[in-house]
């Protein structure tokens, strides 16, 4: 097994970035979302144990929302950096 699905494998808390995100800019949602992705899978590369999981979008509060583990919020504020996710709120999520 290679080390990045050991990585996928090895549980790790669940962190919601939550981001303001104005309709207007729905174009860009893609673009958003695969520019996380990218950022994590970055990151992982570097050794660091995270992985985004997927991009949730509220249009009528105008909000994005993006999964991922990590083991830690440092690790979640460097994503946010290398995403340019800017204002975002990190928040530890745990599944019902």
């Known amino acids: 097994m290679d080390r ?3 990585l ?3 549980h790790m808390p669940s ?3 939550e981001q303001y995100f104005p309709k207007s ?3 860009e949602l ?3 979302a695969s520019r996380t992705e990218a950022a994590a899978r970055e990151l992982a590369g570097d050794g660091v144990r995270i992985r985004y999981l997927r991009t949730t979008f509220l249009p009528d ?4 929302f993006h999964l991922v ?3 830690g919020t440092d690790e979640v504020g460097e994503l946010c950096r290398r995403a340019g996710l800017t204002n975002a709120r990190v928040t530890r999520a745990v599944d019902a």
């Open 69 to 71: 583990e990590a083991t």
């Open 15 to 17: 962190y919601l970035v």
């Open 8 to 10: 996928r494998h090895d």
């Open 4 to 6: 990045a699905s050991t």
């Open 61 to 64: 509060d105008e909000t994005c």
């Open 25 to 27: 800019r729905l174009p």
């Open 30 to 32: 893609h673009l958003e």
